[in-house]
T-cell receptor, first 113, second 110 residues
Framework: GENVEQHPSTLSVQEGDSAVIKCTYS??????FPWYKQELGKGPQLIID?????GEKKDQRIAVTLNKTAKHFSLHITETQPEDSAVYFC????????????FGKGTKLSVIP | GAGVSQSPSNKVTEKGKDVELRCDPI?????LYWYRQSLGQGLEFLIY????????KSGLPSDRFSAERTGGSVSTLTIQRTQQEDSAVYLC????????FGQGTRLTVV
C-alpha cells in the first residue's frame, strides 16, 4: 500500500509571506494527489488536487506541483492571510487504481498577522 | 442535502457502552469512508465501502468496531464496549471521485 510522508509538521509564516508544504509518496503508480484544509472543529475540506498527467495546477493563491520522478508533491500558498491558518493534509491513493486515500500526518500552518 | 451529514455531532458515553455513529453521504456517491482522528493527530483509516463490493475493513482497530452501509447510502459505525482510547473525532467522507468530508462526530468515553 501507499505510504505518504508530510513535512513540516508545523509551519509559522508572517502574513503576506509564502508557505510550502511537501509530501512524498511511495507508489509510483499513484495518479491522484489531493490537498485538504482542516479548520478547528471542522471536517477536512478539499482545496486543490492534481492528477499525474500535469506538473502544476493553480487556483488563485494556492498551487500544487508534482514531481513524478522524485515522487513528491507540494502545496504552495502565496500572500498568506490569517484565515489560511489551519491544518493541511496531503493524500494519495491507498492502492494503485483505487480512490481510497492515505493521508499524510498533517501540517499545522500558523499565519502571524 | 448538499454535503456529507454526520450525527450526532457530539456523543458522550460511559465506558463499556455501545455507540452508533451515522453518516449520510452525498447523494449518488458510491464510495464511503470512515476515518478516526485523535486530538491533534492525523486521519486514521477505518473502513471503506465502494458500491456493492465487499468493504475494506483493514483499518478497523479491533473486533469491537463494525460498520455497515444500507442500500448503498447511509452508513452506521458501531463501537461496542467502548473504551477511553476510543475517544476521538470520527469522520465520514463520500466520493464519486473527489472525497468530501462531513463535520465529524466527537466521541468522548468517560
Amino acid at each position: 500500500g501507499e505510504n505518504v510522508e508530510q513535512h513540516p509538521s508545523t509551519l509559522s509564516v508572517q502574513e503576506g509571506d509564502s508557505a510550502v508544504i511537501k509530501c512524498t509518496y511511495s507508489d509510483s503508480a499513484s495518479n491522484y494527489f489531493p490537498w485538504y484544509k482542516q479548520e478547528l472543529g471542522k471536517g477536512p475540506q478539499l482545496i486543490i488536487d492534481i492528477r499525474s498527467n500535469v506538473g502544476e495546477k493553480k487556483d488563485q493563491r494556492i498551487a500544487v506541483t508534482l514531481n513524478k520522478t522524485a515522487k513528491h508533491f507540494s502545496l504552495h500558498i502565496t500572500e498568506t492571510q490569517p484565515e489560511d491558518s489551519a491544518v493541511y493534509f496531503c493524500a494519495a491513493p491507498r492502492r494503485a487504481g483505487s480512490y481510497q486515500l492515505t493521508f499524510g500526518k498533517g501540517t499545522k500552518l500558523s499565519v502571524i498577522p | 442535502g448538499a454535503g456529507v451529514s454526520q450525527s450526532p455531532s457530539n456523543k458522550v458515553t460511559e465506558k463499556g457502552k455501545d455507540v452508533e455513529l451515522r453518516c449520510d453521504p452525498i447523494s449518488g456517491h458510491t464510495a464511503l469512508y470512515w476515518y478516526r482522528q485523535s486530538l491533534g493527530q492525523g486521519l486514521e483509516f477505518l473502513i471503506y465501502f465502494q458500491g456493492n463490493s465487499a468493504p475494506d475493513k483493514s483499518g478497523l482497530p479491533s473486533d469491537r468496531f463494525s460498520a455497515e452501509r444500507t442500500g448503498g447510502s447511509v452508513s452506521t459505525l458501531t463501537i461496542q464496549r467502548t473504551q477511553q482510547e476510543d475517544s476521538a473525532v470520527y469522520l465520514c467522507a463520500s466520493s464519486a471521485f473527489e472525497a468530501f468530508f462531513g463535520q465529524g462526530t466527537r466521541l468522548t468515553v468517560v
